[in-house]
């Protein structure tokens, strides 16, 4: 009963910046925690970084120093700024949120990192 709305994704050159934004809505009362995964292809989906409603955050180490997550959640919006990105970084990126004991996942953006 959450639907999830992303925007940002695209092409950039190795080096360069993205921003992507996720926009929950519907049933959307109480939601704790928020965060983007990806999948690269031939691999597994996994944790880019999360935040919870107080602002604890954590980082897959693969981006720390790069990546920021940060929520709005007057907005309902969630977003992960994506500073220095490299070709490792080229995936489908999932904006994913946990109310309760349900999971929301949202329809995926393509990044693509150009060397």
């Known amino acids: 009963q959450v639907q999830l709305v992303e925007s940002g994704g695209g092409l950039v050159q190795a080096g360069g910046s993205l921003r992507l934004s996720c926009v929950a809505s519907g049933s959307i009362f109480s939601i704790n925690t928020m965060a983007w995964y990806r999948q690269a292809p031939g691999k597994q989906r996994e944790l880019v970084a999360g935040i919870t409603r107080g602002g604890s955050t954590n980082y897959a180490e693969s981006v720390k120093g790069r990546f920021t997550i940060s929520r709005d959640n007057a907005k309902n919006t969630v977003y992960l700024q994506m500073n220095s990105l490299k070709p490792e970084d080229r995936a489908v990126y999932y904006c994913?949120?946990?109310?309760?004991?349900?999971?929301?996942w949202g329809q995926g953006t393509q990044v693509i990192v150009s060397s």
């Open positions: 994913y949120v946990l109310k309760g004991r349900d999971s929301y």
